[in-house]
């Protein structure tokens, strides 16, 4: 059984930045692309990132050169590096198995809220 624990949100200041963790479990991780996605209050599922397996990285264009994802295959664990964070980045983030979008699996996400 795939599972995905988040960890790593919290209340930040405009401009702050965080750090989200997601450990993966019930498949092996090292063989398989990862995203981030993320969903706001009364708002649809939106992609942000795919690591794929060769290193691959791609990001949407609202967090390009604002978020960096990586990943610890010891660790079976998935990064995201979030800096320059904005209000409207305010959302529950979610990891995901795979790169299709949208995602079948994803674990339950950490609120990450960003206000002054």
């Known amino acids: 059984e795939v599972q995905l624990v988040e960890s790593g949100g919290g209340l930040v200041q405009p401009g702050g930045s965080l750090r989200l963790s997601c450990v993966a479990s019930?498949?092996?991780?090292?063989?398989?692309?990862m995203m981030w996605v993320r969903q706001a209050p009364g708002k649809g599922l939106y992609w942000l990132s795919t690591?794929?397996?060769?290193?691959?990285?791609t990001y949407a264009d609202s967090v390009k050169g604002r978020f960096s994802i990586s990943r610890d295959n010891a660790k079976n664990t998935l990064y995201l590096q979030l800096n320059s964070l904005k209000i409207e980045d305010t959302a529950m983030y979610y990891c995901?198995?795979?790169?299709?979008?949208?995602?079948?699996?994803r674990g339950q996400g950490t609120q990450v809220t960003v206000s002054s």
């Open positions: 995901a198995k795979g790169s299709a979008f949208p995602p079948i699996d």
């Open positions: 019930g498949f092996a991780f090292e063989q398989h692309p």
């Open positions: 690591l794929y397996v060769n290193g691959a990285t």
